[in-house]
């Protein structure tokens, strides 16, 4: 926090400036929508102003984590300024995780601040919370509320007082930490910047034809990749959030018109979701709808152009601030024929306008022939590339090994520079958008008292993408049932990581004893032109 | 130009990447239309690569100057990638100049390279070009024409080859030297970073809700401020650039349906020409039309709204980039009596989106209130604030004085926090949104023979704003007329710098002999609530 030399020409990048500027510029205008209540940006900023002196009383030190673990909430995106302005890391949460889960990720990351909305509070009831400062969020925007009361405690930023944030002197200073599972089975920290934030969002207004009548609707998490920096993006065109607790698609229905919605994002289970619901039907206005995690289906694509959506697909993981790449729309497309255009569209395409291009590269780093053939691994580097994983000096290492990103996904390089993906190289299921480590799922079987041994592939799922598959051989002489199998999960993991089917069997082996897992996913995937959905 | 650490994270921002990433991934969208001509982005990017390559091959050395005379034609897009892709730095001059004056620039910024449009080819015949590599550019688009040729013989980028930009290790690296006039009499060279530009070309995507069907009519100089960073912005979002050699209201009206036209930019005296065109009527889509340089009155932007442009009010100088406040509009200002409208939108507002707040502050840097009378001078800093003045660092000391770059234009700043501007600092006449130095014409004013002194002033113009205005006393036994004086300046001055009158008298002064030049502007602008239009 030492004094910077006096440079008129350089400011640090910061997202934070973006509600500055909103606020100052815009602050009538209706900043964030929940249910009845409504903000005003001057309102969001002031929320924002009290959160952050009410970490400062509560002794926030810079660089302290701050856990949130929260739907999409006001709150929720207030983090999103007041945590960094007070000089503090964001670490938003995996909702969807159990106590087991969401006490690692505490402790791991050394959070001091815990932040819970109460439908939640139940997963960290069990957990030992003596060392963090605890706030409750009942979502009632009213007294009473343990965190409107913090809120209404700290009071108004005195007007002539310094921005809180101004403690700011290297824009590559860590933001927030996403947790996200890898192959190692336990989640690892990847480390957002400011300046990673701050290029990625104005990158999501381009990539999203984002402008000032933006009504961005909040289906996708604020935790996953802190909304794939469209917390921030939003604010930075003084557009409006409209928070949502959970994807319903029928709520999602009624906000569509009833708010004005333009643009909101998901995996294609949300979007599957939204076209099936009964109250679908073609909208006057056309929405924006981003989709990734999965490519979106030529069905998909119909429905969704049908009901005027425009569809913009997009690829990324958490370790690129969420998406890196876009598949562009082209001039000529509109008039192929629709199984041509989806086949166009479902390609992961090229790097966005902030990020630097995309490659698909062999194990020494060469880059694959443009040939829509060859496989490689997907490699990123740039601003929008993780800082690394926080305390995890040597998995940083590994992922940046030859100076660039390594994704785990693998992929083709098109002629026209588009990458399609086809493989994973990691031992991942992605599952409605969310990473689940096979690995981690077997270890959870494993512990089941029948289990010898077990492995887990992702298996495709017209809903979910993938979803998790056990292969379970049983101890002698024991038994169990696939029913018991999940029961016995579900007390371990997260839901949506237990085995969504559990086959009894012999498992395939070299002659070394390895298993060879491939057999199993070569069985399950087979006819199918790619390993990954 | 020293190896960097390898940090995955970190790429140099430089605008140079949009048009990379325009050219990968709409190689055969049209990026530029000159009349019959239309270069797509690939052939764009070829042209530009072979720029490089020409001037690597004539020895262009890291951080040579590289002037370009030439009005808005495809080269002069070109220099703006081609130049800093070669690690040169580009130095636009203003086509309205003399020889006398592109000399004194030429020489300033130690140019190696000139590049020059065959018809201002007369303003550089009388200079002394020995130093200089010289290519005229007949802005033919076909053989014969020198710098197709040139471009002819560097011959393509062969494939696989590092991209010549590569070069770039720190982002605030100088890419660009804008001239322009000041109070001593003599322009300065305004230094533009990589950053800069690129921050600033993003904000001006936000600024003017520019998206990827944007087609823009280059009305506005490139060499003005780098064309307001146009030059890269429209690049960034994959839009039309719509070439225009100059000004002609007949021939902006045939291309605004003719190539539909979404945004153009200029000053007043732009909008007025096009309003006013016999041509003139309602557009079927709606045009967004920014205005800089003076205010929009209240009857052109209520002609502007009935033929279906959309006005957006931006303020800044040389020394920002261009565009630094905008006059953001606000929900609700349509219901408004058009002349209550035209006075909140002749505000200049507040900073953009990539901005830092702008100030009005006193003397000694102190906030004025806002209370939208108090008068002070209006203060920047941030991203989009120049490197400072070239080879000039007693005069980048100044400007820069406090931390903060003064812009010498005196303002209020309202309870709203949008400042307006009141009055001028500097002895300055900002005419057509270009500077004119008083000192300058009232050196070619004092020159000629007849004449004992001078004090030339800004007066209001009804088309360019302002016009100079000089009040001459002829020495003892002299005589001269007002149509001499003005031809005698013509010979030194170019055209648009000469007074547009001239009046013989007495001229006021102090006690001391120092001559008052606010009495006479006090009786030019009496009647009026500001000295500035």
New interface residues.
């Given amino acids: 926090m030492s004094e910077q030399p ?1 440079r ?4 640090e ?1 910061s997202p934070i ?2 509600l ?2 909103s606020a ?6 209706t900043a964030v929508v929940h249910g009845e209540r409504r903000y005003t940006y001057r309102q969001l900023e002031d929320r924002v102003d009290r959160l952050v002196r009410a970490l400062h009383a509560a002794g926030l030190e810079p660089g302290d984590r701050v856990a949130f673990l929260s739907p999409n909430t006001p709150p929720m995106l207030e983090a999103h300024y007041g945590v960094p302005a007070a000089g503090g890391v964001l670490v938003a949460v995996n909702t969807r995780l159990n106590s087991e889960e969401v006490g690692y990720i505490l402790g791991h990351s050394g959070a001091r601040f815990l932040f819970v909305d109460a439908e939640l509070e139940p997963v960290t009831e069990p957990l030992d919370l003596s060392g963090l400062t605890v706030v409750r969020i009942d979502d009632a925007g009213a007294a009473g509320d343990p965190y409107e009361d913090l809120l209404e405690a700290a009071g108004a930023r005195p007007p002539g007082e310094p921005l809180p944030e101004a403690w700011l002197d290297d824009e ?1 200073a860590t933001i927030s930490i996403n947790y996200t599972s890898g192959t190692t089975g336990r989640p690892k920290g990847v480390m957002y ?1 400011h300046r ?1 934030c701050y ?1 990625n969002a ?1 990158g999501e ?2 990539t999203t ?1 984002m ?2 009548d933006c009504v961005y609707l909040w289906t996708l998490p604020m935790f996953h990749c802190n909304g794939w920096c469209f917390t921030w993006a939003v604010t ?3 557009g409006r959030h409209v928070c949502l607790r959970k994807v319903d698609p029928a709520r999602i229905w009624e906000l569509l018109e009833g708010e004005g919605v333009t643009h909101f994002n998901g995996a294609p289970t949300v979007h599957i979701g939204v076209v099936n619901d009964p109250a679908a039907h073609r909208l006057d206005q056309a929405v924006t709808v981003t989709v990734a995690g999965a490519p979106p289906s030529p069905t998909l694509l119909g429905q969704l152009g049908e009901l005027n959506f425009k569809a913009v697909h997009v690829y990324g993981l958490t370790e690129t601030y969420g998406p890196y790449t876009v598949c ?1 729309w ?2 000529g497309w509109d008039s192929l024929p629709a199984d041509e255009r989806a086949r166009l569209l479902s390609r992961q ?3 966005n ?2 990020a ?2 995309v490659r698909v590269v062999t194990e020494d780093m060469a880059d694959v022939p443009r040939d829509g053939a060859t496989l490689g691994e997907v490699a990123m ?3 929008d ?4 994983y926080y305390d995890q000096p040597d998995a940083t290492d590994e992922a ?1 090994r030859g ?3 390594h994704s785990g996904d693998i992929g083709v390089m098109h002629p ?2 588009a990458i399609e993906l086809r493989d994973r190289k990691k031992d991942i299921i992605i599952s409605g958008g969310e990473n689940i480590s096979t690995i981690e799922v077997e270890q959870a079987v494993a512990r089941h008292p029948a289990v010898l041994e077990c492995a887990v592939v992702a298996v495709p799922d017209e809903k979910w993408g993938e979803r998790p598959k056990a292969f379970v051989s049983l101890k002698p002489g024991a038994s169990a049932t696939a029913e018991e199998i999940v029961a016995f999960c579900r007390e371990h993991l997260a839901g949506f990581k237990c085995p969504a089917a559990v086959e009894f069997t012999e498992l395939p082996k070299t002659s070394t004893g390895k298993v060879q897992k491939f057999v199993l996913r070569d069985k399950e995937w087979s006819g199918r032109d790619r390993r990954i959905n």
């Fill in positions: 006096t008129p020409y350089r400011t990048l400036s973006f500055r500027r100052s510029v815009f602050p009538d205008r590559e910047t990673g290029l104005l207004v381009i034809s402008t000032n930075a065109v003084a562009d082209h001039d395409g090229q790097a306008v902030i630097d291009p580097r740039g601003n590339v993780m800082k690394g940046f100076g660039w990103f026209d520079g």
